[in-house]
Structure formats: structure tokens, C-alpha cells
């Protein structure tokens, strides 16, 4: 199947083109360049470690982080080569980065890793996209009914629907993606065109799948689709100026936010709430976010949910919403010694991260875990000077990626319940996962490609060229358990553990669909098993996600983009999905 190519999206969410240059064999992940600390003034770059650790040499093994232990390559924040944890495998449409530099050690105790040190345009979408239209013609691509079995939640009257506005019309001089399909690969469920944008592009983010739907955020729309057949679960809801930042999770009972802004302007702030139930597409509660104190904006905002709260994170302090009903819980504003929460991470715990000190003597940021219900502090930890809390990989357990002050050093560290130091990780390894810049989105778990159950984290490495590996961190002790090297010559990322089994997802290249595959996480053991293989027919289409989200679920997988260019020449792919 031949398509035009698409101009790359311009920055925003998902994996930016350009990647940050690679970090030397000795750190564990690859080193992606630091991001800015989340709240008030980020901090000014340090030569040497915050416990006193001597700096490390360019691509040496990974030295302690500022908790002693060894640092790591960034996560998510910064896109790193190709195989790199959490990253796309590598692929035609990325450029691995060049070697990163020396590491350091923020804690006292151990080496620190090596952080790639340039990081210059991981925001940029790179690469070129392919349209899912076929040669110059006005016809629609379609993945019609096939005699393969369709799985449960489908409907085996209607196959995938007609790309686009979700109409599901199904031309029937639509373009069939399961043409030629070889026996053990997946069908093509559906696939769906993204919506019109402006020439600027726009983002594209969250992506959230339920029992019987798949829903989308793009531009200005949220859209709903069958899992099984694509067909719309519910009409398209428009918001009246674009999508600014949603709930990457959900609550209990399927209900999202989303967050839009106040007008069109440059100035237009992101602080228009609306509340969605993920089953229905009805809509609930909304709201305005006001602006905090001086200098404590809305112009862009970080969106979690915990339990029954959703937490709203401005530039300087947050603001706590009942998700249900939108009654205003508490606000976490400036404490301590002037401690600016700026960042904030939902899920199974409330985590807040905040810029303490900015400009003096003592600057340093501090994470704290907070009662959901009250924004009480359960406990908190000082992260020594000099080093800057970039990404939250986990926040049960909490793991979290920092950097130090001048971009060379990362460091991963695992906090026990009480906030002290559990362990930093210590690999040689150099580790790649795709994360967007959590100073310029406001999104500390804005990462994906990263991989953590009750006592272990998995990250991939970094291959410049050919297969990587997903390696396994014991977090009692920061040391590598074992390693899985990828089934094909592309990259393999990590997608989520369940039922004692790694998820994971092998990219595609342009001439072979990828495939998503299980391995065992105990034993001596570690084999990877093919749960699908996609189709050679749509490994175009597939491979050229290049600012994508990834999900398998109750056997499918879905593969959505984050970021649209705003090409008027062609139709944008918005979301594809696989089954067997």
C-alpha cells in the first residue's frame, strides 16, 4: 500500500521527532536531557552532586543519584534513540541522538548516571507521516469484514468503520486494510481519520478504553468508537476552543475531565473544566479555574485524578475538585520555606512535587505524598540542591526521574511509603523511554514506554540500530534482575504488567507490522510470546505513528496519535486498532 506523505506534527504531545542524544553505554537508560523542575523558578545548575559525588565521566557506568544510588536516563520527558525505555523501537522515521555526557550524583552513596546533554527539540515531532489515503484518489481506507473471528464486544454485522467524523458510513469503495492478509496476522478492527486542525497543528491527547468503547480526544472533539467494530458509541462532544490537558486516568465509574481554553488568543488560558462519563459521552459538571497568587497562572495546567479527586496543577500551587460532583476540596498553595507546587501525579496516590528556595542559597524541590481527600502532607522528602524531579514514573510505588541543574546527570530513585529512599537504580544500561517536557505541560506522568508493578521497574534500552532490550530493576535493591532481548530486529518498549506477565509492544518497521507480546515476570525464565502479530498490509500506516499512544486491552491493541500537523493536503490517521 503506497501513501502520501504527511508533514511531521509540530511539538506538543507525544514523541517529538527530534531525540535527545544518546547516552553512553554506561548509564542506566539512555540519558535524556533533564527537564525543568515542576513550581516556581527552576533550579540553577550545579556542578557537583548534592551529597558531595564526584561528577562521572561521559558514558560511564551509572553513577548514584541524589538519593546515593546511581542515576538514570531520562523517561519519558525526552525522547531518547531508538529502543530506549518507553521510546518507539527504532525506526526510519527517527534519528538516534548522539552520546550524551558524564553523570553525577546528587545523593551521597553511589555513582551517577549519564544524562544525555542535549536535549534541544525532544518536543519537535520529527520524521515524515504517511497518509492512510491511497495514491491521489478521493477513496476512504476501511478495514471491512474478513473471515477471521471477530472478538467479543464486536458486532459481526458491521466491520470497521469509515475513517474521519466517526459517521461510520463505510463506503463501499473504501480501501479494505485486511486485503492480503497472511494467516497469524491480526485484523485491522478499524480505523479512523483525525479530525480537521489548524495549520499550526494541535494535540491529540489521552486515549482511554473501556469494556465496549475507545475514546479520543483530538483538536476540539472527544470521540467514541465500538472496540470491536469502530462504529461511533456515542455522538462526537465539540468543545468551543481546543483541548488543552485531560485525566490520563479515570475515575471508578469511567468519568474523565477535560480541560479546554478560554479563547483563541496567545493569551487564552487553560482553565475551562468539563466533566465526561466515558459510557455515555454525557456530559457533567464544569467549571473555571482562577488563577492563584502573583505569578500563579492558568495558561497551562496538570490534570489527575486520585481516587475521588481531581487535582488541578497551575504554574505555582493546586487546586483539588470532587470529581463528581466538582465541589472544590482544598487548594496546596506555597508552604515551608518558599515551596511552589507547581507539579502533580494521580492515580493510586496523590504526589505533589514543588520548587522550594528558587534563587537562594538553599533552593531545592521537595515531593510530598498528599491525602487526596484534605491535600494534607503524609510525608515529605527533600530532594538534595541541585537536582530537579522531572517525571514520576510510579506514584504506587514512587518512582521518580530527576536531573541535575546543567542537564548532564539523571538519576532514578524508588521512595518507600515514608518518603525515605528505598533504592536508586544501578545499571549500565542505557535506557530510552518517551516522555513530553513536564515543564512545558504541565504532565509529570507525561510518559510512556515505562513499566512498574509492586517490586519492579522495566525499561527499555537504547538501540541505535537493530534489536534493544527491556531490562528488569529489582526496586529493593536498584540492580538489574534479568534482560529480554527484542523478538525482531526493531525495538521493544514496555506496556503495562498483568497477571504476573510484562506487556510489551514491538514496533513496526515499514515493510513489517509489529507485534505485541508477553513476558513472565518471575523465574529464571523469560520468553517473550506473541499475543499479535499485525499485518505486513497497514506496517505504513502503523510505523509512521510517530507522536502515538499505545494500549492492549481484553486482547486488542490501539495505537492513537497525540500530535496533528494540520496538513490540509491529506487526512490525518487519529486511531488504529488490531484483534485477532
Sequence with gaps: MTQPPEQPPSGGYGVPPNQPPQPPSGGFGAPVPPQPGYGYPQQQPQQSGPYGYPQQQQQPPQQPGPYGQPQQPGPYGQQPPYGGYGYP???PQYTPPPPGGGSRNPFKGRPALVIAAAVAGLLVVGGTVWAVTSGGDDRKPVAERSDSPSPSGSS????????????????????????GRKSGEAKVLWYKEAPDAPGSGADAPGMWITGKTAVKAAYKELVAYNVGNGNPTWPTVTFPQKICAVTSQQSSDGKIVVAYESGVSDNAKCNQLQQLDLNTGAKGWTATVPDGDLFDSVLSIGLSVTGRTLMVGRSQSGIAYDVDTGKKLFEKKKYGAACFPGGFAGGAKLISVASCGAGSSTEHDEVQELDPATGKAKWTKSIPKGWTVGHVYSVDPV????????????????????????????????????CGSSFIDSDLQGCQGVAVDASTLYLPTDATTGANQIVAIDLATGKEKWRVKSPAS????????????????VDASYGAGGQVVSIPTAGSSHPTTKL?????????????????????????????????????????????????
Design 89 to 91: 523501537p527504532p525506526s
Design 156 to 179: 459481526a454485522a458491521d466491520d470497521p468503520a469509515n475513517p474521519g467524523d466517526g459517521s461510520g458510513d463505510g463506503g463501499k469503495d473504501a480501501e479494505d486494510l485486511n486485503e
Design 399 to 434: 518512582v521518580l526521574y530527576m536531573t541535575d541543574s546543567d542537564d548532564k546527570h539523571w538519576n532514578i530513585s524508588t521512595l518507600k511509603n515514608d518518603g525515605s529512599v528505598r533504592s536508586q537504580v544501578d545499571s549500565k544500561a542505557t535506557f530510552a523511554p518517551t
Design 490 to 505: 526493531e525495538s521493544m518498549v514496555p506496556i503495562k504488567v498483568e497477571s504476573g506477565k510484562l506487556i510489551a509492544y
Design 532 to 580: 499479535l502479530r499485525m499485518p505486513a498490509g497497514t506496517a505504513q500506516i502503523e510505523s509512521s505513528f510517530f507522536s502515538r499512544d499505545i494500549d492492549y486491552v481484553d486482547g486488542r491493541f490501539y495505537i492513537s496519535s497525540t500530535r496533528l500537523n494540520g496538513n490540509d493536503d491529506t487526512k490525518e490517521k487519529l486511531m488504529l486498532a488490531y484483534g485477532k
